[in-house]
């Protein structure tokens, strides 16, 4: 069977790091039918836009798509099309999972935890407006469709691979209307999942207690904004965000990338790891039914890694992007 999927480069370090996912593929054995498509940057200067709808059509059409780190300008220019891509086809959970790694060096051993992140509204809906000259106002965006529907995927994540609890983080002692409706939400599907342990914690003192100990948690479900610090921070528990996988899941597609962004200062050097983005397509794989392909490159990763070479500058080493594709296809099997 061969399996059609979206294959967006990006710019920056993108186009590097997906050839080389691309290359551990279709060394797997698995069939795949590319749609390449154009977006981000460089395309935003050609043509105006940073995400043409082609890109969308083709993701529908497909399913699933496979895709490289994209540049968002920072305090103006367009708009992120990561958080256009997200909202356009409705991928409502994003999916981090953070697990140690043999040999990379990191303060913690065996942290295996898992972040789960809404990711259509809140803080992200990007509603911002000038009040008077300068005075802004964003608006935070909480709905209940949105807060239960990104619930039921944390708890269905949970009970399909047993996992034992999810942790909802807030900040409702100060956002007592917006995060107090996540909080309801949240607490009205776990009750349709008693075998789940659930709790509740600030996200302050997640942060504080996830840097003291990562071990106590397990799923962490919350709203975007936090998704997105948390996540990052929880990269830096086991290596850094080369080495963390993450996915953009909805009812009808689902979005493959890598958690670290475009890295515009090395891209073209061949230097960038691609290991988040072959993690992911590990994902990616999971996802479309291919496990035992997904099985065989996460072995190799580990082989690989617990071998000591090659590693890129990232990892203290001196190898560029496609020895790690080669040096992870050599040890398929």
Request: aromatic share 4%; with cysteine.
């Amino acid at each position: 069977m061969s399996h059609k999927v979206t294959l967006v480069p990006g710019d920056g370090i993108g186009p590097e790091v997906v050839r080389a996912t691309v290359a551990v593929l279709e060394a797997t054995g698995a069939k795949f039918e590319w749609q390449e498509v154009e977006a981000g940057a460089d395309f935003m200067l050609k043509h105006g836009t940073p995400l043409p709808d082609h890109v969308l059509n083709s993701a529908r059409s497909t399913g699933v798509a496979l895709k490289g780190p994209m540049t968002t300008p920072i305090g103006g220019g367009y708009t992120s099309p990561n958080v256009a891509l997200r909202k356009g086809l409705e991928l409502y959970a994003c999916l981090r999972p953070v697990r140690s790694l043999p040999a990379v060096e990191s303060r913690y051993s065996d942290v295996d935890l898992v972040v789960i992140r809404e990711n259509t509204e809140g803080l992200y809906s990007g509603i911002e407006h000038l009040v008077h000259p300068g005075v802004v106002e964003s608006l935070k965006v909480v709905t209940d469709h949105a807060s239960l529907r990104v619930s039921r995927f944390a708890f269905e994540y949970a009970k399909a691979r047993g996992r034992r609890k999810i942790t909802a983080i807030h900040k409702a002692n100060i956002m007592k209307m917006s995060d107090g409706l996540f909080l309801e939400c949240s607490r009205q599907v776990a009750r349709d999942y008693p075998e789940i342990e659930y709790d509740e914690m600030i996200v302050d003192a997640t942060c504080m207690k996830l840097v003291m100990d990562p071990h106590q948690f397990d799923v962490l479900l919350m709203e975007n904004l936090y998704g997105d610090i948390l996540s990052d921070l929880c990269a830096g528990l086991v290596g850094g965000l080369g080495l963390v996988p993450g996915a953009n899941i909805g009812d009808d597609c689902a979005v493959f990338e890598a958690v670290h962004g475009s890295a515009p200062d090395i891209a073209g050097k061949g230097l960038a790891n691609p290991l988040a983005l072959i993690r992911s397509s590990c994902l990616m794989l999971d996802h479309i039914g291919e496990t035992e392909a997904s099985e065989k490159v996460d072995r190799a990763i580990i082989q690989m890694l617990r071998a000591g070479e090659p590693r890129t500058p990232d990892m203290g080493g001196t190898a560029r992007t496609m020895d790690i594709a080669d040096a992870i296809i050599q040890r398929l099997g």
